[in-house]
């Protein structure tokens, strides 16, 4: 059944360029449910694809060019894909263009070019993964339209390459320097299923989430963390200089990541370490045994100890990654004082944004008032609240 996004994105491409579209793609976003700001350390995560995303309808065309319309943007986009411009206006434009240029880096020039428009109900800089949902629908929109000339045929090694050359894209075309946390969740997400990573390994697996699972509560403080973008590459930066102190002591084959050191080693080097450094390791160090427990709590169905891990993972953010705002914690107090509420945590980058919470499944319509009642009361904003469920991977439609 078509969904009420992939006809927005069908009526929008039809307004825009007069024309039905043939293909249309669509991608989710994601919720980090632990792992905060382990992955660049190549540490563990554990996330679910959400049932929040992007469609994108459009053609190819032959001229080799770009021509892009947003439902949630006024303006048209179009590029030459021959020239592609870093300096794009638009955050969206940017994550456009370095999906066109990670995928011709992978499989050299495109046959053509393309008419798209692009419709979601992600929301937007609020930690849900906006952005690796807009780039994995595109790839998906451009490998079914026969641009790339490649098959558009994904089984999992395939979707695990495209994950990384996402990512590429993003840390290198875009300029953000995040880990593989977003792309993996949005092209390996599955119903019903959690999703763990080893960020080293690259391992993975999907863990079911119960049967009934708990819900997932995404409350949206909003508050945009559009201004705190260089604090993610601050906090990058601040992670690597511990592992430079680690290489330097046992050598730089030893040591590539933060989760090549024990939380023991940390310990013992603590007096000889910078001391805003030393804290950010034991928040990614200790958050990597919270994904571990986590993944045990799935399979033992335990979603109160995964609610308490959440909880725990939280205030491990807020203390030591001084990642967390007043606007979030007042978030989290809410959710504490709400009905059903097992436990709780930020989402993503973090500093604004959502807050994801593990609700007993029964109590989420409760659980939602209430948080919007506590929050409007001590803010004066009304935050959105989304029940979401755990949702399938990007794929054609
Ligand atoms: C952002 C990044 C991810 C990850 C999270 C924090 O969402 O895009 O790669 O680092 O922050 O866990």
């Known amino acids: ?26 991608a989710p976003g994601r ?29 190819s065309i032959p001229e080799r060019e770009g021509q892009v319309r947003s439902t949630g943007f006024p303006d048209p986009d179009r590029f030459d ?7 794009a206006p638009g955050a969206w434009g940017r994550y456009v263009r370095g999906v066109v ?7 050299g020039p495109f046959q053509g070019g393309f008419q798209a428009a692009i419709a979601g109900d992600v929301p937007l800089g609020a930690g849900l993964s906006s952005s690796a949902s807009l780039q994995a629908a595109l790839a998906l929109f451009l490998l079914q339209a026969g641009v790339t000339g490649q098959t558009a045929d994904l089984d999992d090694p395939a979707r695990m390459a495209l994950a990384k050359r996402l990512q590429r894209g993003e840390n290198e ?23 763990s990573l080893d960020c080293r390994s690259l391992e993975y697996e999907r863990l079911s989430l119960g049967s009934p699972p708990p819900a997932i509560v995404i409350c949206d403080s909003k508050t945009s963390r559009r201004l705190a973008d260089g604090m993610y590459n601050q906090r990058r930066a601040e992670c690597e200089r511990v592992v430079a102190f680690f290489q330097a002591k046992r050598g730089p084959e030893a040591v590539t990541w933060l989760r090549d050191v024990t939380l023991e080693e940390l310990q013992d080097a603590w007096s000889r370490l910078d001391t805003v450094g030393r804290i950010r ?5 200790s958050e990597n045994e919270r994904v571990r427990q986590g993944v045990e709590a799935l399979r033992a169905g335990d979603s109160a100890r995964l609610g308490h891990l959440m909880s725990d993972s939280h205030a491990s953010s807020r203390d030591d990654f001084a990642n967390s705002s007043s606007y979030l914690e007042t978030l989290i107090e809410s959710a504490e004082e709400a009905p059903g ?10 500093w604004a944004g959502c807050t994801v919470n593990l609700v007993e499944a029964t109590k989420a319509d409760d ?30 439609l």
């Not at 059944?1 to 669509?26: C, D």
């Not at 894909?81 to 300096?87: I, P, R, V, Y």
């Not at 929050?375 to 979401?388: L, Q």
Request: one cysteine or more.
């Open 281 to 285: 390791a034991r928040h990614v160090l």
């Open 173 to 195: 075309f875009v300029g953000v320097q995040s880990g593989l946390l977003d792309q993996f969740s949005v092209l390996f997400g599955r119903a019903g299923m959690a999703l």
């Open 1 to 26: 059944m078509p969904s009420p996004l992939s006809e927005a994105a069908r009526a929008a491409y039809s307004k825009a360029f007069g024309l039905e579209p043939t293909v249309l793609a669509q």
């Open 101 to 107: 240029w990670t995928l011709r880096e992978a499989h």
């Open 31 to 59: 919720v980090e449910l632990l792992g905060n700001h382990t992955d660049y350390n190549g540490g563990l995560v554990l996330a679910t694809a959400i049932d929040r995303g992007t469609v994108i309808a459009g053609r």
């Open 341 to 350: 509420y097992l436990g709780g945590k930020l989402s993503g980058a973090g």
């Open 81 to 87: 894909l021959e020239a592609l411009e870093t300096d």
């Open 367 to 396: 659980f939602a008032a209430a948080v919007r009642h506590h929050y409007t009361r001590r803010t004066a904003i009304v935050p959105d609240v989304h029940i979401c469920h755990a949702a399938a991977g990007a794929s054609g």
